[in-house]
């Protein structure tokens, strides 16, 4: 993903700082996710009637959670780099890799258990591996997009 906006990156170069920020943060959330809906599984609390329930509730916690913490991050990038649209860029990708996040973080164990196999054995790095990329990818599109916006 990185390889695809590289010119992106290099007119921008605060991208590189918040990727980490944003992929970051959509990781942790959803490996609380994972981990809280796992032990549910284990302990019985989760049926295979619960996953639409289940998957509202992350969806808008990941909702809410993104607002917060994308408001909060698009502030200290306006602050830090002086440009609004890069804090907008920074602020809208956090909301979609925490929905993001919390939906998969719900869905992948409820595949995997449908599948016969151990969620708690495989979510982590399929989790990992959607909330990074499409974090990295989110970010770097809306600021390729937002580009002419965005003074150097």
Not at 71 to 88: D, E, F, H, P, R
Not at 107 to 121: E, F, M
Request: proline share 2%; hydrophobic share 55%; no cysteine.
């Amino acid at each position: 993903m990185v390889g695809l906006f590289e010119e992106t990156i290099a007119k921008v170069a605060a991208l590189a700082v918040l990727m980490g920020v944003i992929a970051g943060q959509g990781g942790s959330a959803g490996m609380q996710t994972v981990a809280i809906l796992t032990r549910g599984m284990a302990l019985g609390e989760v049926d295979r009637g619960t996953g639409w329930r289940l998957l509202r509730k992350e969806f808008l916690l990941g909702l809410a959670n993104g607002v917060l913490i994308g408001a909060t991050v698009g502030v200290i990038t306006y602050l830090w780099k002086g440009q609004i649209m890069l804090g907008v860029a920074a602020f809208v990708a956090m909301v979609i890799n925490l929905v993001i996040a919390g939906v998969t973080g719900v869905t992948i164990p409820l595949v995997v258990r449908s599948l016969g196999k151990d969620p708690a054995l495989i979510s982590g790095i399929f989790l990992t591996t959607m909330t990074d990329v499409l974090g990295f990818g989110i970010l770097f599109l809306l600021a390729h997009w937002m580009l002419p916006q965005i003074s150097r």
